[in-house]
């Protein structure tokens, strides 16, 4: 049971422009929302997040954004550089424990 | 570097032995956390603590598992009797914030099973 799913495993995009990463979620009692980036050999790197009482929450060139009554979410990164290249984890949460996504390989194109 | 440490990061092992992972939190923070991720999936939750305390434990963690923070401080994560099944990267993350706060995760220790 995927209570956290990520459905594109990956995407490109190419330099400068957007890249928009989509979660969805299946639990109602997730109330806090976070998005990690994951380089090979590192553990995952904490981006950004929101509570379930925001809709909309930005950090520098990254924003995410919850709709709850659809229960998904998505992380927008403008402009789009090539350190970004990496793969970006969804989680979700009602309490201490993490529920990931597969993760979403982005891949930004010089 | 004041960030989650984790030894070794990497183990391989033959089926049958017992392993021993270590993890060393940010120092401040009184929550630690492991995960295990598999090829292709995102981190599953394995346990955590609340100082020395182990307060939650998933069913993923069977009995052949056993993890300890002595101290409230750094912690230990066990397999005995390592089956290859158990081949999967295990993270450690600590916090610091009641309820739902930023995980901050160490490189993981990467466990091979032959």
């Known amino acids: 049971d995927q209570q956290v799913k990520q459905n594109s495993p990956s995407l490109s995009v190419q330099e400068g422009r957007i890249s ?30 929101i509570s379930s009482i925001k809709d909309k929450n930005e950090d520098g060139r990254f924003t995410v954004f919850l709709n709850k009554s659809a229960k998904h979410l998505s992380l927008h990164i403008v402009p789009s550089q ?10 979700a949460t009602p309490n201490e424990k993490l529920t990931f996504g597969t993760g979403t390989r982005l891949t930004i194109i010089p | ?35 295990r991720q598999t090829l292709g999936q995102g981190p599953e939750f394995l346990t955590y603590f609340q100082n020395e305390a182990q307060l ?8 052949r598992f056993s993890a300890e923070r002595p101290k409230g401080s750094f912690s230990t994560l066990e397999i005995q009797r ?22 901050f995760f160490g490189p993981g220790t990467r466990l091979t099973v032959l």
Request: charged share 25%; hydrophobic share 30%.
């Open chain 1, 20 to 49: 928009i990463l989509n979660c969805d979620y299946t639990n109602s009692m997730f109330d806090y929302f976070l998005w990690y980036k994951k380089y090979p050999a590192e553990g995952p790197t904490f981006l950004i997040s």
């Open chain 1, 82 to 91: 090539p350190g970004d290249s990496a793969v970006y984890f969804c989680a």
């Open chain 2, 1 to 35: 570097d004041t960030g989650v440490s984790q030894d070794p990061r990497h183990k391989i092992t033959k089926r049958g032995q017992n392993v021993t992972f270590r993890c060393d939190p940010i120092s401040e923070h009184n929550r630690l956390y492991w995960y």
């Open chain 2, 56 to 63: 939650e434990k998933s069913r993923l963690l069977s009995d």
């Open chain 2, 82 to 103: 390592t089956e290859q099944g158990d081949s999967a990267m295990y993270l450690c993350a600590s916090s610091l914030r009641f309820g739902a706060g930023e995980q």
